[in-house]
């Protein structure tokens, strides 16, 4: 076999553009199964609406949401006797713009979502590859621990964080994130270990791949379908123990109009000024039914395709 | 009247790629007491058809036929408890995995005295009775010990064994194995071809055979369908498909085995598209 | 070439051992049995065998996947024992495998080129461009296109991916390739196809083939030297046609009688059998 380049060779622009159609094929086969579930698409919508506005904050928020009205103390939504179309979903005991509070809150609770994702995503990837690859007694002592966070309430075991990490937003996220690592362990490490025998992992190691490799370029990309889909998951339960912690007087400190917070703040009011507390509890249901819904649209579309191929 | 009788049958599956046609217009009939065995490769729409015939195909196949029988009765416009009534009793089936196909949760005996409740009046003692007989009647070895075991304690070919004990449970009048022994090794393969091969001559059911085995077909059948992509190439009984193939895709197949290789290299399938045209 | 032995292996030996716990004593499983033989260069020796009987295993310990227990590998001069030395990057560019399952044995999320690419990569300094270019000869060489390089494994059919399993395995150019079942999972026509791809290869390439089947027919139509292996132990071990011709052992035999006939005269004889018996 002489090293002489075969004629196709040249024309490498045309290969080029082959590959990038088959990556398009996938992502199109992956949109597809993923628009069949009418839900994920509902809840995809609504997520990248509250990405959008809380993006744009400052600008489609009607009032600063520090500011406080000093004639507007508790005024109802603006469809109730006494509510002013100034103050859409009304004001709060301090005469603070709800709506705006809220505006500002998802910008909070996004940014807690991504943070506490990213954190124990990535930390329980590394430790769940390294359980299922290296089995033996680093896989009990890793799994045991795990086991042992598991067994407390998440909640409990985050207040416990909390409590002696101090109270804060960060804080709040740093205990979050070591409460939901262990199920991204537990994933990772069950994905690791039913792919790690498999004949393309065998091919490679014959190919002469080490470890490192093995485990990060060749097993991984494999197990990232359920990954993706707790990930989703996960974002909404940081949002949601987020908000519990906020309500505890555990995460984000007032003034911060952070969802749980708000609902903290507001708790003395629930009998007298309904809209104070309703709001921003229908903001964290809303956001995490969506979020849910769109990790289920991901988990029909990634998972037969693990099953085909 | 011939024990099963389809007509033109259709199935379409809904793909993300559109739709996929499975089986386009084909025609299948099997007597009481035939053999009748359905080849084809992967593609080919071998299965399908009898799943459709089944009801086991999933909600996106789309299924037409101009007529689909069973004795005379249209299993087209039957309702799903009446097809339930007629499925597992007077057809029943056979699958490639036995091992899978079982419950891994209850023992042999037990699913065998399942199936007998579900389909027939005995109750009691007679249920043990009937399994331990239908257990001996495909060649268990140890019945009486064997009937408390596992499916996972027992080898791929004792699996079949009950799984065909469970398919003759209720002696239904046609069987439809779907590569019963692909999973199997050589040697088991011979047993449970000559155990499925006696059973029918034994009970005079229909027998369909389904399978990608050439080999398989020339064992066992007496009149062969040789399908690809969806659509009959040929019907023929077993003798004349194999001296005097018409077709030129059947041609294919029988050079292309290894066992009937003349030259240097194998004629493949390709080869003969070119000059057949099919 | 006779006389110039590429493989040599001497009374192997492979023992799985299970660790006593609390509720179960140690036990330990022979799974390969004091296996001793010898392949030439440019030839194929057929391993034959049913599940269980250790051919896999032998495949193992032959492509450095598993160490042996005991006994000695030797690939061209080089001894091999992983266990005591490690692997060499000489040692792999000597032994490559292909697999069954040809659905199993492609990373689902790497392109056709990178599949082809990773031998290069991990053992050989070669630049990007010179391997991407080997790697579309290798493409062209087992039958693909070009435009074939970057899509991913599920846009191929079955046949088309063992063609790039062959292709990933003789990238590095081995002297001994190891093929582990390599038709079984495909069907009837394009089976013909890899066989004569693998008979081609060799011609061109000068490649040993250890093949390891259950399929006599495949066997029979590609091997030079046949040995068969049953609970783990050489029961038969000669040319092909010593093998085929006059076979030794009993269990050889039994193999030979239960393997499927699928000629005329078979069909009619057992046809006959049948009229006889009605």
Redesign the interface.
């Known amino acids: 076999?002489k090293?002489q380049?075969?004629a196709?060779?040249a024309?490498l622009t045309?290969?080029?553009k082959?590959?990038?159609s088959?990556t398009k094929?996938?992502l199109a086969e992956f949109w597809y199964y993923f628009s069949q579930n009418k839900g994920a698409v509902v809840g995809l919508v609504i997520f990248s609406a509250l990405v959008v506005v809380a993006a744009l904050a400052p600008w489609v928020a009607p009032h600063d949401p520090g500011f406080q009205f000093r004639e507007n103390f508790l005024t109802p939504p603006f469809w109730e006797d006494g509510g002013t179309t100034s103050f859409l979903l009304g004001t709060d005991a301090v005469g603070r713009d709800i709506l705006s509070r809220l505006i500002y809150g998802a910008r909070f609770s996004l940014f807690i979502g991504i943070i506490v994702v990213a954190v124990s995503l990535t930390g329980g990837i590394v430790i769940g590859l390294i359980a299922g690859y290296m089995r033996g007694i680093v896989d009990t002592l890793i799994m045991r621990l795990m086991d042992i966070i598991l067994s407390f309430p998440s909640l409990l075991l985050a207040l416990v964080l909390v409590a002696i990490l101090g109270p804060g937003l960060v804080n709040a996220m740093i205990a979050i994130a070591i409460v939901l690592q262990p199920h991204f362990v537990r994933l990772t490490r069950a994905a690791v270990l039913a792919e790690r025998n498999?004949?393309?992992v065998?091919?490679?190691?014959?190919?002469?791949?080490?470890h490192i490799?093995l485990m990060f370029k060749?097993i991984l990309?494999?197990c990232l379908a359920p990954l993706i889909v707790q990930a989703t998951l996960a974002f909404s339960n940081a949002i949601l123990d987020a908000a519990a912690l906020g309500f505890l007087g555990m995460g984000a400190q007032p003034p911060t109009p952070e969802w749980g917070t708000m609902l903290s703040e507001a708790r003395e009011f629930i009998l007298s000024a309904w809209w104070v507390v309703t709001f921003p509890g229908i903001a964290i249901l809303v956001t995490v039914l969506a979020i849910n819904l769109v990790g289920d649209g991901l988990r029909d579309a990634l998972d037969p395709k693990?099953k085909?191929? | 009247m011939s024990l099963l009788e389809i007509r033109n049958l259709k199935v379409e599956f809904d793909t993300a790629k559109g739709p996929f046609k499975a089986l386009d217009g084909v025609d299948y009939t099997v007597d009481a007491g035939e053999v009748l065995a359905i080849v084809g490769?992967?593609g080919s729409g071998k299965s399908v058809a009898m799943l459709a015939t089944m009801g086991l195909l999933p909600d996106s196949a789309t299924i037409a036929a101009d007529k689909m029988e069973f004795e005379g009765l249209d299993l087209q416009t039957l309702s799903a408890r009446d097809r339930r009534r007629v499925i597992g009793k007077d057809i029943s089936m056979i699958f490639q995995e036995p091992i899978a196909s079982l419950n891994p949760c209850f023992t042999v005996g037990f699913q065998l005295g399942e199936t007998l409740k579900a389909h027939t009046d005995l109750r009691g003692k007679k249920v043990k009775t009937r399994v331990l007989e239908l257990m001996h009647a495909v060649g268990l070895p140890d019945p009486e010990g064997r009937f408390n075991a596992f499916p996972h304690q027992m080898s791929g070919g004792q699996c079949q064994r009950v799984m065909i004990a469970m398919a003759i449970a209720c002696s239904p009048k046609l069987l439809i194995a779907d590569e019963p022994t692909t999973a199997l090794?050589?040697?088991?393969?011979?047993q449970i071809?000559d155990l499925l091969v006696q059973l029918q001559?034994d009970s005079g059911m229909g027998l369909i055979m389904i399978t990608?085995?050439?080999?398989?077909?020339?064992?066992t059948a007496d009149r062969v369908i040789v399908q690809y992509k969806g659509r009959k190439m040929e019907e023929a009984d077993?003798?004349s498909l194999?001296?005097r193939p018409q077709n030129p895709y059947t041609k294919?197949?029988?050079s292309?085995?290894?066992?009937?290789?003349t030259g240097?290299?194998?004629?493949?399938?390709?080869d003969f598209a070119e000059a057949g045209g099919f | 070439m006779s006389g110039d032995t590429i493989l040599k292996v001497r009374d192997l030996y492979r023992v799985y051992e299970t660790k006593a716990t609390m509720f179960r004593k140690a036990k330990s499983l022979t799974a390969v049995k004091g296996v001793s033989f010898d392949v030439e260069r440019g030839t194929t020796l057929a391993v034959v065998g049913?599940?269980g009987c250790g051919k896999s295993t032998l495949a193992r310990m032959l492509?450095?996947?598993d160490a042996q227990s005991s006994g000695s590998i030797e690939v061209d001069g080089l001894p091999i024992n992983i266990a005591k030395t490690g692997?060499s990057?000489e040692m792999?560019q000597r032994v490559?495998?292909v697999?069954?399952?040809p659905?199993?044995?492609?990373?689902?999320?790497?392109?056709i080129?990178d599949v082809l690419e990773?031998?290069l990569l991990?053992?050989t300094d070669m630049p990007a461009v010179?391997r991407?270019?080997?790697a579309?000869?290798m493409l062209?060489k087992v039958g693909l296109q070009?435009?074939?390089?970057?899509?991913?494994?599920?846009?191929f059919s079955?046949g088309q991916r063992q063609r790039i399993?062959i292709a990933?395995a003789i990238m590095l150019?081995p002297k001994l390739l190891v093929l582990d079942e390599p038709v079984s999972a495909l069907?009837?026509?394009?089976?013909?196809?890899i066989?004569?791809l693998l008979?081609d290869l060799q011609d061109e390439?000068g490649l040993t083939y250890v093949f390891i089947s259950?399929?006599?027919?495949?066997v029979?139509?590609?091997s030079d030297k046949v040995m068969v292996m049953y609970f783990g132990e050489v029961v038969e071990y000669g040319t092909r046609d010593e093998v085929f011709n006059a076979p030794q052992h009993d269990y050889t035999k039994?193999?030979f009688?239960?393997?499927?006939?699928?000629?005329?005269a078979?069909?009619?004889k057992?046809?006959a059998l049948?009229a006889d018996?009605a």
């Open positions: 076999m090293n380049p075969p196709v060779s024309d045309q290969l080029e082959e590959s990038r088959a094929a996938q498999r004949d393309y065998v091919a490679a190691r014959v190919a002469g791949a080490g490799r060749t990309p494999n693990l085909r191929s | 490769e992967s090794d050589v040697t088991i393969q011979k071809l001559r990608h085995d050439m080999g398989v077909v020339a064992e077993v003798l194999f001296e294919a197949l029988l292309a085995l290894p066992e009937n290789a240097d290299r194998l004629p493949t399938v390709s | 049913e599940s492509t450095m996947i692997i990057k792999r490559q495998i697999f069954q399952n659905y199993g044995s492609l990373n689902p999320r790497q392109k080129g990773e031998p991990l053992n010179e991407r270019d080997l579309l000869q062209q070009p435009e074939h390089y970057g899509r991913y494994p599920h846009m079955g399993a990933r150019k069907d009837l026509s394009v089976q013909a196809q066989l004569n008979k390439m259950h399929d006599l027919s495949v029979r139509y590609l039994k193999l009688a239960a393997t499927p006939q699928a000629d005329v078979s069909i009619r057992r046809l049948k018996a």
